[in-house]
């Protein structure tokens, strides 16, 4: 969508009469405020944003836009909040309720919205177990909608399942902000692509490294960066995947919701470009449920997408002129008419980025300007060659008649054919195969290469003379695909050294006629691919491809072809089969499979078990029942993992039995029921946890609670003093997980008891997770204050820790109570706690302790404990300047002296410039100078 001039100069002046400052003061955490956006970027926001949405919502749509920052705060964050909501507003897409509030996902604020977008969020690390179950339900099992921008992969840290839910994570941007990259749609014609128009772009843009959860096996990838174009390339040391696949947007669904995750959204001028914007509400309306897209995994695809590269002129869309002046045409056309090979390309390259988005009537325009350069034998061959290029853009019949005149010329035959490939019309087809016939040898291979790209069935005769002797012909036949194509191909003779050719092109014809209405055609086209996939003298991979092109075409009777093929003596045939045995359709394939699998070699059943696992549905799961019969562990242990992604609850008996195996299936059954996402799969869990013992029960506890079953948490604190060491082990460390509010009590009272130290170090950490849990975190400091005084030591010491972490105002009075503890050593473990929460609140206090101390030691460990919390508070301005600067009276050693000094210089800012002058010693110019 582009604005007009006019338009955009209404957009400006109004924003400028209203002064209009929407979203100007959002806070991010901790206490970051956006400068106000100004009327001009206001102007380019609004002149980005596309008329209507693509799909028309299926409701009223309302999204969560989430912005709150734990680590680095984007300036852009302003801007993308502005930009999606203006978005949803001129659309009627959706509507935006903005927060930086925790709060927001409590299950009863959540339910009433249709997705969550997180907008440049960093460090969420979802703390509360409540609001990472109600996430994962909204998302997983109410089929809603999620949705990342750039830094919403730098979240999660410590929570795994978050991570698997966004589908990667942040590690490190390699490309830095002010970098022009290179970036490829992996699938040009997917919905969510569809505003770049088919090609690849340049971008200056951070981009992301990703890295954690992610891969092409989860999730359909749609950009990523065109590492073929050596300006994407970087230092090795600062790489850390080894597959060279950079990802940039995807998308995916869950068991009944989808996620979209685009990394673009760094700088601001990201959100003035109408083709990111219109790409930004497309992946939105996706996971909103609003736009089908086809979500299959990337790497699940029976055929690859061609990607659409990046073009070779590093054109940023950020310096891509939307609306040229006649003056700017004419002055791009003159630089065209000098140009030549290896000559400056910047005004060649800007005039082709403008006609990429030009109107029908500026292209047509543009046209009648540009075939007078073809014509004209003065004009230097760059010109001429580029502008062929340019025609495969805009060209039309009326181009084709120069065309067609540059066939017989040996310099220019090559760019015209280019040319006449891409425009469309008969007159382009009758223009090539007139080429065929007439035009010199040596532009016979593009001609026919022309004529296999349009699928041109006018030229099949001519092809077929040509066959005999032209593996370009043979190839163009394949590509054509027509009836006659195939009767050609079947009728050919061809020499030994072109048979190999033949036969690949009868796999492409045959596959285009498999699915023919004709019955006939049809019928013949299925046999000759399941006898070209039978022939064992055949190479392996043209077996393969045979017998996908069945698959493809044939569904439930491309069995008949599959089934023979897992017995061939061929490994990697048979291998091929198994993997295409998944995508045969039809109840016929869960009827053979009971009776086939456990014929294969253990390696072709594992591979059949997880083809099928990769796919899911009902048949994945009667293909895992079978190898769960096997007698093979080999087997079995594949059947257990695959249904963690297709297992129901039917199975928890089977897999819960397995738990006291020791050995490969006990570690394969725990990670299924830890995955399985069948909703009564958890309540099966429960009942087994209440009814068993011993080490099964230890291991049910941890699965359930890396499930995060918050009604699992009654169990597990009784468990907590179980006679088994075993379970009580595991049981406290499932509270690390599951404790909630109504646990803090009896949390402390078994702490008071004797414990183990790694049953006390699990509870600690499981009564900082209750503690948390709390709306209000006053009353955990209550709790806390009200049992330190019958507490014993070590857990007097832990309570402390508690109220440090807490940081609410009674928290923070009760431990500025206990720093007048008349006892040194008490006072100095409220001053440890304190330090070690590197809380902002902990500041006044360490700093009063570091002033009224009444001895030496708690003055230097409060001093210490402030300047290390001083050190990790987020703001680097004016205001931590400040509080290095009233440390500096108190730091009566060098030692936190120097740490003063080096904490300012590393700051290097006006204000920590000046204050250094004054606290640095200068040194006298006369005074005797160190010898080297």
Known sequence: MKLSLPRLLLAVSLAAAFSVTPLTMLRAEPGHVFAPLKGEELAKIAAALPESARAKPAKPRKILLFYRTEGFVHSSIAHANETFKQLGEKTGAFTVSLSEDMAAFEPDNLKQFDAVLLNNTTGLRFDNPAHRQALLDFVVKEGKGLIGIHAATDNFGKWPEGQALMGGTFKGHPWNAGDVSAIKLDEPDHPVVKSFGGKGFWLREEIYQIAGPYGRDKQRVL???????????????????????????WIKKTEAGRVFYSSLGHNPDVFWQPEIVQHFLDGIQFALGDLPADAIPSA??????????APDTPLPLQDVPRKPTADQCNAWLKALMAYDIGGDRHAVAAYQEYLRFASPDERAAAEAELLPVLQSNATPFGARDMTCRWLTLIGSAKAVPVLENLLSDEKMAGPAVYALTEIPGAEADAAILTGLEKAPAAIRPALIDAAARRKTAAAVPILARLADGSEAAINALGAIGTLPALEALVALKPAPELES?????????AGSNAASTSPDAAKRARDM?????HNAKAEPTMRISAASRSV?????QALGVLLPMLHDSDARVAAGAARLLPHATGSEVADAIPAVLPKLPPSLQVLVIQSFAAKGGA?????ARVGLASDQESVRVPAIQALASVGNATFVEHLVGLLEQ???????????????TDPAVAEQLRAALAQSQGPTRAALLLI??????????NIAITACTDDSADVRTAACAAMEKLAREHDLPRLIELLNTSLKPNERKSLEKALMTSSRAFRDADQPAETFQLALSSAAPEVRRILIIGLASLGSPKASAALGSMLQDPEVDARKEVIRALSSSRAPFAVSLLIGAAKAGKEPSERILALRGYLDTVQDLPSSGDAKVDLYKAAWPLAERDEEREVILAALKKMNNTKSRKLLETLEPKQDPTSPQPKA
């Open 501 to 509: 050719a033949r036969d690949w092109a009868l796999i492409a014809a």
């Open 300 to 309: 699940h695809l029976i055929t690859q997408p061609v990607p659409a590269l």
């Open 223 to 249: 950009l990523s960066l065109d590492m073929s174009k050596a300006q994407n390339r970087r230092d090795p040391a600062k790489i850390h995947r080894t597959d060279n696949d950079f990802p940039i947007a």
């Open 552 to 556: 493809l075409a044939a569904g439930e």
């Open 704 to 713: 359930v609670a890396d499930r995060l079953d918050l009604a699992s948490g």
């Open 529 to 533: 691919l399941k006898a070209l996939a």
């Open 619 to 623: 048949d994945a799961l009667a293909v």
């Open 662 to 676: 020791r050995n490969a299936e006990e570690k394969a059954a725990g990670e299924a029921l830890r995955r399985m």
